[in-house]
């Protein structure tokens, strides 16, 4: 009887790890980017996805909303233990405040994973006024540039 049941709790322990499959870690759940002038394109920002499950993990899509961009070096798995990185650009068509966000699909089981993404979109003039001000205020420049 002691055989049976120490086999069936190895066995039940076996199962359950495979069972876990591929599981998404994200180094960042949200990305805030800064004002950036309408018609242009920001930096990037990354973000790391990290496979800690047992399996590996195979990936559909990573779509961004419309006024960001991302590129990945993702490709289309992402073995157990592995990283990639997602990087996100801010490319706002309209002023004001934008949100959106990247969308990541896959095989794990709380497919799909979200980014949110927020940033504010302001015509060149704005920038430039944000300057002036800055000057007439003699304001220092170490964090603007």
Same mark, same amino acid.
Do not use: W
């Given at each position: 009887?002691?055989?049976? +049941? *120490?086999?069936?709790?190895?066995?039940?322990?076996?199962?359950?790890?495979?069972?876990?499959?591929?599981?998404?870690?994200?180094?960042?759940?949200?990305?805030?980017?800064?004002?950036?002038?309408?018609?242009?394109?920001?930096? *990037?920002?990354?973000?790391?996805?990290?496979? *800690?499950? %047992?399996?590996?993990?195979?990936?559909?899509?990573?779509?961004?909303?419309?006024?960001?961009?991302?590129? $990945?070096?993702?490709?289309?798995? @992402?073995?157990?233990?592995?990283?990639?990185?997602? $990087?996100? %650009?801010?490319?706002?068509?309209?002023?004001?405040?934008? *949100?959106?966000? @990247?969308?990541?699909?896959?095989?794990?089981?709380?497919?799909?994973?979200?980014?949110?993404?927020?940033? %504010?979109?302001? +015509?060149?003039?704005?920038?430039?006024?944000?300057?002036?001000?800055?000057?007439?205020?003699? +304001?220092?420049?170490?964090?603007?540039?």
């Amino acid at each position: 009887m002691k055989i049976i +049941r *120490s086999l069936a709790l190895q066995a039940l322990c076996c199962a359950t790890m495979l069972a876990q499959g591929p599981v998404v870690t994200l180094s960042a759940h949200s990305l805030t980017f800064a004002n950036q002038v309408i018609g242009t394109t920001s930096g *990037s920002q990354s973000v790391t996805l990290t496979n *800690s499950g %047992t399996s590996v993990l195979s990936i559909s899509s990573i779509v961004p909303s419309a006024g960001f961009g991302e590129t $990945n070096n993702c490709g289309s798995s @992402v073995p157990n233990g592995g990283q990639c990185s997602i $990087n996100v %650009t801010f490319s706002p068509t309209t002023t004001g405040p934008i *949100s959106g966000s @990247v969308t990541i699909t896959d095989n794990a089981v709380e497919s799909p994973q979200v980014i949110s993404l927020s940033g %504010t979109g302001i +015509r060149g003039i704005d920038q430039i006024q944000h300057i002036v001000f800055m000057v007439k205020e003699n +304001r220092s420049f170490d964090n603007y540039f």
